[in-house]
């Protein structure tokens, strides 16, 4: 919320002033690996802002997205283009920058937050431009010109995005508590791929073989539903 006040009413924000905001919401709510601000770009104006933009473009030198042999191309031409322009923190995410948010699984996600005007939250997805482990989760929240929240076409100036590893977050509450004698399974039961269900499972003994989802319910005690920006999850312990 912080953040699209700020974005909402803020004229000419930098990556100066954009890093110093959202350090502090990441000091807030750890296990992100950054916040990303995607502003709607029209199709009639983006050579303008490609050139206005151009120091923060890279090799590409404009608008991007990743092609299917892993390269990095110029945008395909479409109505409205959301570059990752101002990333916190900057070293581990400046990657991405230039790069159309809107170019990739996430658009579902795009979708349903502008509609609803508030937040929403991807299924686990490949996080493309991360190594190592890379199985992450985006929030998406939408920003409008006017701030009331309406996210209606004619008034997204743009999207806040929230992107951490799954992992990272999940399993926080364990390791914070050591001696934890539970296991526990989290479910994304409004994934579309059964292989995208399973979003973290906790064990006790940690040299043990990850159960599936079946064979983690048989043995589970409880079942908790846990909706999460506009995604149902279940934790299973």
């Known amino acids: 919320l912080a953040m699209q006040i700020f974005l909402t009413h803020g004229r000419g924000i930098d990556q100066k002033e954009f890093s110093a905001v959202a350090r502090d919401q990441l000091a807030r709510y750890p296990g992100f690996l950054g916040i990303q601000w995607a502003p709607r770009v029209r199709a009639d104006a983006r050579e303008a802002w490609e050139k206005a933009e151009a120091a923060s473009l890279g090799s590409v030198g404009r608008i991007r997205e990743r092609a299917r042999d892993g390269t990095d191309v110029a945008a395909l031409t ?33 979708a349903a937050a502008e509609t609803s005007g508030s937040l929403a939250m991807s299924g686990m997805l490949k996080l493309v431009y991360e190594t190592g482990s890379n199985d992450g989760v985006v929030m998406v929240c939408p920003v409008s010109k006017s701030g009331g929240g309406s996210g209606s076409r004619a008034e997204l100036s743009g999207f806040i995005l929230g992107v951490f590893r799954v992992a990272d977050l999940l399993a926080q509450p364990w390791t914070h508590v050591p001696g934890t004698s539970l296991d526990v399974m989290f479910i994304d039961e409004s994934a579309t791929r059964p292989d995208r269900r399973m979003l973290y499972c906790h064990r006790v003994n940690a040299g043990s073989q990850v159960p599936t989802e079946q064979e983690f319910r048989r043995t589970a005690d409880r079942s908790v539903s846990l909706p999460v920006a506009r995604r149902n999850w279940t934790i299973m312990y």
């Open 78 to 110: 479409r109505p409205d283009y959301f570059p990752i322009l101002l990333v916190e923190p900057y070293e581990s995410n400046r990657h991405v920058v230039g790069s159309d948010a809107v170019a990739s699984p996430l658009r579902p996600s795009f």
